[in-house]
């Protein structure tokens, strides 16, 4: 795939100026180049999840700032593992294992994979424009930088640095992606990067799943 510019954030289809709604990373601009599709062996074939329609007022405090706290995200194509950032993220890192421990993330999809750049799942509604009904707000530190196994928390253009819902995204692209630091950042997979790198292969020019890809279930270790 031809390495292609990033851009401002663009938000696809119609906005939706909702705490919490439409959350969307940066796109990539310019050429498309034919993405290759890749074998899904390691992935079961699974049927898309009906929609899921259940919205908090807020996020309940269920970790504390600087506590160890691992999330093991099951999905259909095998298991990977997120080691929270508690301690430079800690209302971002609470409300993701609020919702986790809620069952808000079990029987969602990855709606979007950008192979080579993100991959980007958490919207209950899994049309890319759903949330769990409040937003977050945790800008990060300018020096950010997104980089491989890097997990970020996605957001809409019109909201501030930092604003999150439920939609998350992990990076797959080899080095620096180039994204502004304007995404909240949730912490870093430490395990089952292959598995990651399994369902980035799954993603079209468009960025849309080439087959549905599941996240079964979200278990929070502490």
């Known amino acids: 795939m031809q390495t292609r510019h990033r851009t401002a954030l663009i938000f696809v289809g119609a906005l939706l100026v909702v705490a919490g709604v439409g959350a969307f990373v940066a796109t990539r601009g310019g050429d498309e180049d034919e993405s290759s599709a890749a074998a ?103 020096d950010t930088t997104y980089e491989k196994g890097l997990v970020a928390m996605a957001k809409t253009s019109v909201e501030p640095p930092g604003a999150s819902g439920s939609q998350f995204f992990v990076v797959t692209a080899p080095a620096d992606a180039g994204l502004p630091p304007d995404y909240a950042v949730l912490g870093r997979v430490t395990d089952g990067m292959d598995v990651v790198e399994t369902i980035d292969k799954l993603g079209d020019a468009q960025e849309k799943p080439t087959q549905v890809v599941t996240i079964d279930k979200v278990t929070i270790s502490s």
């Open 40 to 142: 899904s062996g390691d992935c079961e074939q699974v049927s898309k999840p009906p929609p899921k329609q259940e919205q908090f007022k807020k996020p309940q405090q269920v970790l504390a700032k600087g506590q160890d706290a691992t999330a093991q995200v099951q999905t259909s194509c095998g298991e990977f593992t997120i080691d929270l950032d508690t301690e430079g993220s800690p209302k971002t890192a609470n409300s993701f294992a609020f919702l986790a421990e809620q069952g808000f993330y079990d029987g969602t999809i990855f709606h979007r994979i950008a192979p080579g750049f993100v991959i980007q799942g958490g919207d209950p509604t899994g049309t890319g424009s759903g949330g769990p009904g409040y937003t977050v707000t945790e800008p990060p530190p300018q």
